[in-house]
């Protein structure tokens, strides 16, 4: 049976969109560990760090790969990006602060979810695209 296209486009891009997360989750691993063990910083810094990298491999990423034809091949604009920044890491680092045992493994979801639901508006709207 078939369950239109809404259906397939979702899951399609939800599927591309937890493939770039995974990518940039795995990036932001390793640049946290090789700053901390390679480089000695203070992990405050070295997860400062880690996260602006896999923050930009991240957006690049989405852009590129999940909500390309929603952004019919322009990218998001400043605003879009710096929004979409400001609002990822309060929730990244606000949980991060709050999270205790074994919640600090659905760290990275509401910013996920957050991150899915603003990229998917903001990459049908003219005013968030250059």
Do not use: E, W
């Not at 486009?9 to 640049?31: N, W």
């Not at 929730?91 to 990275?108: H, K, M, N, T, Y």
């Amino acid at each position: 049976m078939d369950q239109g296209l809404l259906p397939r486009i979702t899951k399609h891009r939800l599927s591309r969109f937890c493939s770039v997360g995974v990518i940039a989750t795995l990036i932001h691993a390793g640049i946290l560990s090789l700053l901390q063990a390679g480089f000695d910083l203070p992990r405050p810094d070295a997860n400062l760090m880690a996260f602006v990298v896999a923050f930009v491999v991240s957006m690049a990423g989405q852009q590129r790969f999940t909500f390309n034809d929603r952004l019919r091949g322009k990218r998001l604009n400043a605003n879009g990006l710096v929004i979409l920044f400001l609002v990822n890491a309060t929730a990244a680092f606000g949980l991060g602060s709050v999270a205790r045992g074994g919640s600090v493994i659905l760290l990275p979801v509401l910013p996920a979810v957050i991150n899915y639901v603003l990229l998917y508006l903001f990459s049908g709207s003219s005013r968030f695209r250059r």
